[in-house]
């Protein structure tokens, strides 16, 4: 069941609550929104939210399904802090403005810490920015390719570009859990 909670004030986003089943694709938990939920969001795409699951708070980014829904990741911290496996957990969603820092991997970090003439530009560029040059190297499996796509961001952000495109944000996602824009798995209940 999906219960909007009235606001507390004019400036506070509304509250989204649910229950939801913890989904495995392969090795990795999420939690896929339920429909309802995912229209209350402001955008299809990306959308930082403050996250309560189970009573504890996160900071996250909700992905798109390519169905026009959203996922959330259930990240190591969360698994450590909420022990969850399988089960139903209660979600509440706050959408928020102010992104959290994305995790940037090892290779992208290598490159960046091989460019201290860039340092300025990265923490210049907003947490959102950095999540799209996150999203855009991770979502290769292909080794060359990543390889080569984190070269291009180097240059890239050399040239004074803020963002690596205009890729299609829905289906530049994690190529583990989605396939051409699509969580695995298709429509629930697939």
Not at 15 to 44: C, K, M, T, Y
Not at 75 to 101: I, K, N, Q, S
Not at 137 to 165: H, M, W
């Amino acid at each position: 069941m999906v219960e909007k909670a009235p606001a507390r004030n004019a400036v506070a986003p509304p509250v989204i609550r649910f229950d939801a089943e913890v989904q495995w694709i392969g090795d990795r938990p999420i939690v896929r929104l339920p429909a309802e939920a995912s229209a209350e969001l402001p955008s299809r795409g990306q959308v930082a939210v403050t996250a309560v699951i189970n009573g504890r708070v996160f900071q996250t980014v909700l992905e798109p399904d390519g169905l026009r829904g959203h996922w959330l990741a259930v990240d190591e911290r969360m698994r450590e802090a909420l022990t969850v496996a399988d089960g139903e957990v209660d979600v509440e969603l706050a959408p928020v403005t102010e992104w959290p820092e994305p995790e940037i991997p090892a290779d992208l970090q290598g490159a960046l810490d091989d460019a201290p003439d860039l340092s300025g530009t990265w923490t210049d560029i907003s947490p959102m920015a950095r999540w799209e040059w996150v999203r855009w190297i991770n979502a290769t499996k292909n080794p060359e390719t990543r390889d080569r796509r984190v070269e291009v961001s180097i240059s890239k952000l050399r040239n004074g570009k803020r963002r690596p495109c205009c890729f299609d944000l829905s289906s530049c996602t994690d190529p583990e859990l989605s396939k051409n824009g699509r969580l695995v798995g298709g429509a629930e209940g697939d």
